[in-house]
């Protein structure tokens, strides 16, 4: 006020009138059609719903900037890729680090010498495990590894079909620790997915034919050709591991989501390519609206030989085999593993530990496509398909489809370790926690259930979350809703089903 005591500021006084009647004026003008107050409302959901709560680490990884630097060659006449991995591991953990060595469906990788900080170490390594001794917990240490993994002639995760080489797990990945010791390599079954990873920085080079186009974890920052081979090389912050999937005779498409995100497609039968877009298309567009945008600006769903691995994901790539198209329910496996770009890629989890988290979380999220695509009627119909099954015992795995299972005493929050059969995997780890989610919905409603999911998504977008998190994520948002939470992860099966019968037959 005192300012306007002053006779040089009156003059002042027809400029903020003019403003005022101007901004009056604008807002008459620009007026939305469904008014200022509605706007504003939208405006604020808007605004929160892609806001993240205040960020905190939600747990410690061996070290929060491992970098690796790979340089590798696929010789495709011997199967095998062989290279160095460089490692470097600020303030190691411990004074012996332990790499994981997952290839297990053929010969296990080979290492052939192993230099700590520029000096030859005497290494320990099995099938499942390399042990390097550095200097000392607490320093740096440089870790390159001379190794050679050999590719078997099949379907699986790390393998070549048909001309086409799926690089996964090819490499050693340093461990993952939990209280003050290196948690052992999960023991893989003949199903889901038997892996732990910390969060690294990559550089990956690799020399290979010059006919093979990629997919990649990493964003391609160069392709030469030296000597008659292709060199490419990517590069990535913040991943799980690094695959690569090459080959040729694929079909591709790409595009650019109005969040900036490069999505590509690839397909082997072309006749498939414009139902991939449509169904690529309407999840990323699902997801970013019900989660967030994606935490990395390039994402990849690419369709592989008969006779491979039926869907599975890795840091940026979503793959099924080619067959899927033939399933009743392969449009929603499709949606089931884009969803995993959200869920794993950007929100990570350490799946062996905690599989229920992110397998529900995507098969939800694949039921939110087809929400979003064919309407409430067709989402429910497809809840109530799932509730059969979950009160009648039948599991939904693909391999397993309406077998009986029998964990009637069973819970949820499950490791991998416990399992011993795909059935009752599915059941435990997709289809039960894909029911808890609309059940939360249910009782929270619409507006609050997404928030939850949004806060829990954005806040937590490149870390790897344990339940704690989805508890805190519920707890900020509706606090009643957590006794629910719970109940769907601990209680036995057969107690959950008796609970929750009457609100899923009369909804
Ligand atoms: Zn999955």
């Given at each position: ?19 005022f ?113 550095v ?21 699986t995760?790390?393998g ?14 340093l ?44 964003a ?86 008969t ?17 899927i ?11 089931h ?15 062996a ?33 799932y ?84 508890e ?25 089903i ?10």
């Amino acid at each position: 006020m005192a300012l306007l005591r002053s006779k040089k500021a009156l003059m002042l006084y027809p400029l903020i009138l003019s403003l005022f009647t101007t901004t009056i004026g604008l807002g008459i003008i620009l007026k939305p059609k469904e008014g200022w107050t509605v706007w504003a409302g939208q405006a604020w959901e808007a605004f929160k719903g892609t806001t993240a709560m205040t960020a905190k680490p939600v747990n410690t990884p061996t070290s929060p900037t491992v970098e690796y630097r790979v340089d590798a060659e696929l010789e495709v006449a011997n199967s095998n890729i062989h290279g160095v991995a460089s490692i470097t591991v600020p303030n190691s953990p411990d004074d012996t680090l332990l790499f994981y060595l997952y290839p297990s469906t053929h010969k296990p990788i080979e290492i052939k010498q192993v230099l700590v900080n520029g000096g030859a170490v005497r290494f320990q390594a099995t099938p499942d495990h390399l042990l390097v001794p550095v200097k000392a917990k607490g320093e740096t240490a440089n870790v390159q590894i001379q190794f050679s993994t050999p590719i078997p002639a099949a379907g699986t995760r790390l393998g070549q079909q048909n001309g086409v080489w799926s690089l996964t797990y090819w490499y050693p990945i340093l461990g993952v620790r939990d209280k003050g010791a290196w948690i052992p390599r999960p023991h893989p079954h003949p199903f889901g997915d038997p892996f732990l990873m910390d969060l690294s920085s990559y550089q990956v080079r690799l020399k290979h034919p010059q006919d093979f186009v990629w997919f990649a974890s990493g964003a391609l920052v160069s392709s030469t050709i030296e000597n008659g081979m292709a060199v490419s090389e990517w590069k990535a912050d913040s991943l799980r591991s690094f695959a690569l999937i090459g080959g040729s005779g694929w079909d591709v498409a790409t595009w650019r989501s109005p969040e900036g995100v490069d999505v590509k497609i690839a397909v082997r039968n072309p006749r498939h390519l414009p139902e991939l877009k449509t169904l690529a298309e309407a999840a990323v567009k699902t997801y970013t609206k019900r989660f967030g945008a994606l935490a990395y600006p390039y994402y990849s769903v690419v369709e592989m030989p008969t006779g491979t691995v039926f869907a599975h994901e890795y840091p940026n790539l979503a793959l099924f085999s080619q067959e899927i198209w033939n399933w009743t329910n392969g449009e929603h496996w499709i949606a089931h593993e884009i969803a995993h770009g959200w869920w794993f890629s950007s929100v990570g989890t350490h799946k062996a530990l905690d599989p229920w988290l992110d397998e529900g979380l995507a098969d939800y999220a694949s039921l939110l496509y087809n929400e979003a695509k064919y309407g409430r009627d067709a989402y429910n119909e497809a809840i109530a398909r799932y509730w059969t099954m979950f009160r009648d015992g039948k599991s939904n795995a693909p391999h397993s489809f309406g077998r009986s299972v029998n964990v009637q005493d069973e819970s949820a929050d499950q490791p991998y370790a416990n399992f011993s059969n795909e059935a009752d995997y599915y059941y435990l780890m997709y289809l039960r926690p894909a029911l808890m989610y609309h059940d939360l919905r249910m009782s929270m409603g619409d507006p609050k259930f997404f928030d939850f999911l949004q806060q829990f998504y954005l806040k937590n977008r490149k870390s790897t979350v344990t339940r704690a998190d989805l508890e805190e994520s519920l707890s900020k948002v509706d606090p009643h809703a957590l006794p629910r939470l719970k109940l769907w992860l601990d209680a036995p099966n057969k107690e959950l089903i008796e609970h929750v019968k009457t609100r899923f037959t009369n909804p």
